[in-house]
């Protein structure tokens, strides 16, 4: 899996620790590699942007142009079998936008606005549609599904499908399938 033929790959040696069988595309940034983990079986996408520390699992996709944002002092944990589409956006961490301060990281820290910083979550076999919106400490629960452009603020529910602006429930998902072959390759 992680070995395309002729694409160039991201110097995994700069993150704190990485598994086997990854491809990380040379054509992603990575502000801060030293607080980043990945596990086996992973692929990451081109244009991935992540300014977090991460912790990512096993048999995970991050599809191209996510952004993961926050900063060193906010965290997205990805757990094993997750895949999140094209263009999502974890916010990890963000301005409060309250009149606080400003809210640029160019003005001097006594200027700026007060700042939530905070962990994402996404649970074993979570997935996270194309362009979605995903706000911070928020837990995606285990098998749960954001469908593509949905905006998430709150936690969502085990196994369960959510859509829409803001994300709302609309159905169950199935687990049983999932669960057995996560058994049989060990998990």
């Not at 905006?151 to 399938?177: I, L, S």
Request: proline share 5%; net charge negative.
């Amino acid at each position: 899996m992680a070995a395309f033929p002729g694409s160039a790959q991201y110097d995994k040696a700069q993150l704190k620790s990485c598994g086997e069988d990854v491809f990380i595309s040379a054509h992603v940034e990575i502000r801060r590699p030293h607080l980043v983990t990945v596990g086996c079986h992973v692929a990451i996408d081109s244009g991935v942007y992540l300014t977090t520390a991460a912790q990512i699992g096993d048999y995970v996709h991050l599809s191209p142009y996510i952004t993961s944002i926050g900063g060193a002092q906010s965290t997205l944990v990805v757990e094993d079998f997750v895949t999140i589409a094209a263009g999502s956006r974890l916010i990890c961490g963000s301005d409060r936008f309250m009149g606080d301060g400003f809210t640029s990281v160019t003005v001097p820290e006594e200027f700026r606005d007060t700042v939530d910083f905070g962990t994402i979550r996404c649970a074993r076999f979570a997935g996270v549609g194309t362009n979605a919106v995903i706000m911070p400490n928020v837990t995606l629960g285990e098998g749960s599904v954001v469908g593509a452009c949905a905006f998430v603020t709150e936690d969502t529910e085990p196994w369960t499908v959510y859509v829409g602006v803001p994300a709302r429930p609309v159905k169950a998902r199935p687990r049983d399938k999932m669960l057995e072959y996560a058994r049989r390759l060990g998990y």
